[in-house]
C-alpha cells in the first residue's frame, strides 16, 4: 500500500505532466489574426444585406454563373426542387430526441439554406412567406436547448441566415423577434456554464463558433458590444479545434465527422470573407486544405467511407458540396466532383443542408492549370494516424487498403489500434464495424461517453478491439489510452507501411510492430513481429468480415458475390483457422451486421519463440 506522501507526490507529479502537457499544446497553438472591436465592425461589416456568405457583388456574380455555367445551374435546380417540397411541409415544432434538439435545429438549417437560396435568386413570394413562416416558429420555441449546444449553434445559423437572405423584405415584427431570438436563444447562452466548446479541439468548437458567429453578424448594429465579444472569442477559440487536422489532414473523428466539422469551418470562412472581407487566415490554417486529400482517400471504390471511428458506412452519390470549396480555393480539378454535379436535379433528391450555402462557393470555383494529383499510397500522422494504399483514379473496382494506429480515447475513437479494411474488384472483403446510433444507446441509460479502461463503452463489438481487424492478447481489451504510431512508411510499387501497436498492450506483450504491404495490385501482406513476456498468454490474429468463408489446409477461401478471396498463413502453415460467428452479436446492444464473422489464427505462448513473425497474405483471383 502506498504512503500519503507517495501519494501526494504522484499527484504533484501527474498535476505538473498535465500542466506541461497544456502548455505544450498552447505553445503550438497557431493563432489568427483578431482585430475584431466594435470601430473595427462598425468599419467592416456591409452597411446592407446579405453579409452572411453573400454579398452584393458575391451574389451578382452567381446569379451570371447559374445562368451560364452547366454545373452550376444543374445544382441550383436540385436545390430549386428541394425549396418546392419544403414548402409543402408544416412549420417546425419544438420537438426533442432524448437529450437532444439537433435533428430539428438541422432540418431548419437545411430549410433556409434552399429557401434562402431560391430566394435570393428569384425572390419568390411564396418562398418568402415559408420563409418567415419557419422564423416565427422556431423562434418561438422556449428554448433551443443549450444544455446540449450544438443544437443551439446549427439552430443560430439556419435562422441567420433566414433573416439575413430575406431580411429587406420580411415582415419588421419579424426581425425584431429574430435578432432577439438570435441573442436570447442563441449568443447569450453561450456564455453560461460548460461552455467547453471553447477552446475544444473536436467538432463542437467549428459548429459552435460558427453559430455564434453568424448570430452575432445579425446583431452587431443592435448590440455592437455582445457581437464584438462573441467573434472576438470565436477567433481566439477556432485554432484550438483546428488544431484536429495535424499534423498531415487526418481527421481523428472520421470521414463523416470531417465532413460535419469542416462544412461549419468552410462557412466560417464563406461568413468572414462577405462580411468582412477576411477570413484573418482560417483557410490557410496549417493542415486544413491538405484535409481534402484525406477525404478524397477515403471514399472507397466500393462507394463506402474507410468508415473508421464513428464514420458512417456508404456515402451518398450526390456531389460532395463541401469538397467543392477546397476546388475553389486551391482551383485543383480533383477536389471538385463533376460528374455527380451533373447528376439529374431529380434523382439527387433530398441534398444536404449547406447546399443552398455551398452553391455559392460552386460558382465561385476557376479551374486552375496544373492540379496535383491525389496519391495511391499515402499517410498521415497525428492522434489517430492511418494509411492508406488505392488504386489510380477511375478504377471502380480497384484495390483498396486502409489501415491505422490511434487510441481508444481520442475523440470518437475505438480499441482498434492496427486495424484495417481492404477492398478488391468492388467487394470489401475485411470490414470495420462502423458506428451505431447514439440516441438509440442512450435511451437505455448505457454509458456511450465514459472512455475509461472499464467503461461500459468498450463492452460494443463497435467500439472494443474484439470487433476489429487487429491482435488481441490475453483475451483482453487493448490500453483505452494506448496511442499506436506510425514508424515507418515507403511508397513505390510496393508501398509499405508499419505501426507501433505495443503501447495497445500494457503489461501482457514486450512489443509489436506490424506492417501492411502492397505486394501488387492483387495482393496485401500483413506482417506481425511480436515478442512476447512472462505476461503473454495467448495472441490472437483477427479479421472481421461478411464473405462466406471457407477453411482449407493453410487458410481460407472468402466468397462473396461471385467473388474470391484467398487467405494464407504463410508464417504458419500447419494453424488452423477459427470462425467466430457475430450475427447474431454478443452484446443486446451491439448493431447487428448481417453475416458478421471474425476469423481467428489463436497463438498459444508456448507455441511461440520470444521474437514471432506471423504472416499472413490476402490475395485475389
Not at 458575391?58 to 451560364?68: A, C, G, K, P, Y
Not at 492496427?418 to 474488384?425: A, Q, T
Request: aromatic share 8%; with cysteine.
Amino acid at each position: 500500500m502506498r504512503s500519503t506522501a507517495s501519494i501526494l507526490l504522484l499527484l504533484l507529479f501527474s498535476f505538473m505532466t498535465l500542466k506541461i502537457s497544456g502548455q505544450d499544446a498552447e505553445a503550438s497553438l497557431v493563432k489568427l489574426d483578431n482585430p475584431i472591436t466594435e470601430e473595427y465592425l462598425k468599419d467592416h461589416l456591409p452597411k446592407k444585406g446579405p453579409r452572411i456568405i453573400l454579398n452584393k457583388d458575391i451574389r451578382q456574380h452567381l446569379l451570371q454563373e447559374i445562368e451560364t455555367n452547366p454545373l452550376v445551374k444543374n445544382y441550383y435546380e436540385a436545390i430549386k426542387l428541394n425549396a418546392r417540397e419544403i414548402i409543402t411541409k408544416p412549420p417546425l415544432e419544438r420537438i426533442q430526441t432524448g437529450r437532444r434538439l439537433l435533428s430539428i435545429s438541422r432540418e431548419m438549417l437545411y430549410r433556409m439554406g434552399m429557401l434562402g437560396m431560391v430566394y435570393v435568386v428569384e425572390k419568390d413570394k411564396e418562398v418568402l412567406e415559408k420563409i418567415n413562416q419557419e422564423l416565427l416558429a422556431v423562434c418561438a420555441f422556449s428554448d433551443w436547448n443549450p444544455s446540449h449546444f450544438l443544437d443551439v449553434a446549427e439552430m443560430s445559423l439556419a435562422v441567420a441566415i433566414g433573416l439575413d437572405w430575406a431580411q429587406n423584405d420580411l415582415p419588421k415584427e419579424t426581425v425584431k423577434l429574430v435578432k432577439q431570438s438570435l441573442k436570447e436563444k442563441g449568443i447569450e447562452p453561450s456564455y453560461g456554464e460548460r461552455m467547453g466548446w471553447i477552446n475544444r479541439d473536436n467538432n463542437w468548437n467549428q459548429v459552435c463558433h460558427a453559430g455564434m458567429i453568424a448570430a452575432s453578424l445579425m446583431i452587431a448594429e443592435d448590440e455592437p458590444a455582445l457581437a464584438t465579444k462573441t467573434i472576438h472569442r470565436a477567433l481566439e477559440g477556432i485554432p484550438h479545434g483546428m488544431q484536429a487536422y495535424g499534423p498531415d489532414g487526418v481527421y481523428p473523428e472520421g470521414s463523416t465527422y470531417w465532413a460535419y466539422g469542416t462544412s461549419f469551418t468552410v462557412l466560417t470562412i464563406a461568413m468572414l470573407e462577405s462580411a468582412l472581407g477576411d477570413d484573418f487566415g482560417l483557410a490557410d490554417y496549417p493542415a486544413f486544405v491538405e484535409s481534402a486529400d484525406f477525404m478524397v482517400l477515403t471514399n472507397t471504390p466500393s462507394g463506402m467511407y474507410y468508415n473508421f471511428a464513428d464514420c458512417g458506412d456508404r456515402r451518398s452519390e450526390n456531389p460532395d458540396i463541401i469538397l467543392a470549396w477546397f476546388a475553389k480555393y486551391t482551383g485543383n480539378a480533383n477536389y471538385l466532383e463533376k460528374d455527380r454535379f451533373m447528376r439529374s436535379p431529380e434523382v439527387m433528391g433530398e441534398l444536404s443542408r449547406i447546399s443552398g450555402m455551398g452553391l455559392v462557393w460552386l460558382s465561385q470555383y476557376e479551374e486552375a492549370e496544373n492540379d496535383q494529383e491525389i496519391p495511391s499510397a499515402w499517410k498521415g500522422n497525428g492522434t489517430n494516424p492511418i494509411a492508406i494504399f488505392k488504386s489510380a483514379e477511375g478504377e471502380k473496382e480497384g484495390y483498396y487498403f486502409g489501415g491505422k494506429g490511434g487510441r481508444g480515447t481520442v475523440n470518437h475513437g475505438n480499441m482498434d489500434g492496427g486495424s484495417f479494411i481492404f477492398e478488391l474488384n468492388g467487394v470489401r472483403w475485411v470490414v470495420d464495424p462502423g458506428n451505431q446510433p447514439y440516441h438509440e444507446l442512450e435511451k437505455t441509460g448505457f454509458n456511450l461517453w465514459g472512455n475509461c479502461q472499464d467503461c461500459e463503452r468498450w463492452t460494443l463489438l463497435t467500439k472494443n478491439n474484439f470487433g476489429h481487424s487487429t491482435l488481441s492478447v490475453n483475451n483482453a481489451l487493448h490500453q483505452n489510452d494506448g496511442l499506436s504510431t506510425i514508424i515507418d512508411f515507403q511508397e513505390g510499387d510496393q508501398p509499405q507501411v508499419t505501426f507501433d501497436l505495443t503501447p495497445s498492450f500494457g503489461m501482457n506483450l514486450k512489443k509489436s510492430h506490424r506492417t501492411f504491404r502492397k505486394e501488387n495490385d492483387q495482393s496485401l501482406l500483413i506482417e506481425d513481429h511480436i515478442e512476447k513476456n512472462d505476461s503473454t498468454n495467448l495472441v490472437t490474429w483477427q479479421l472481421m468480415t461478411t464473405a462466406d468463408v471457407q477453411l482449407n489446409k493453410g487458410g481460407a477461401i472468402l466468397m462473396q458475390d461471385g467473388k474470391s478471396l484467398s487467405l494464407d498463413i504463410l508464417s504458419h502453415p500447419d494453424l488452423s483457422l477459427s470462425i467466430i460467428s457475430l450475427d447474431p452479436p454478443p452484446h443486446p446492444l451491439d448493431r447487428v451486421i448481417p453475416g458478421l464473422k471474425r476469423i481467428e489464427l489463436r497463438l498459444p505462448a508456448y507455441m511461440m519463440d520470444d521474437e514471432e513473425i506471423v504472416r499472413v497474405r490476402l490475395s485475389g483471383e
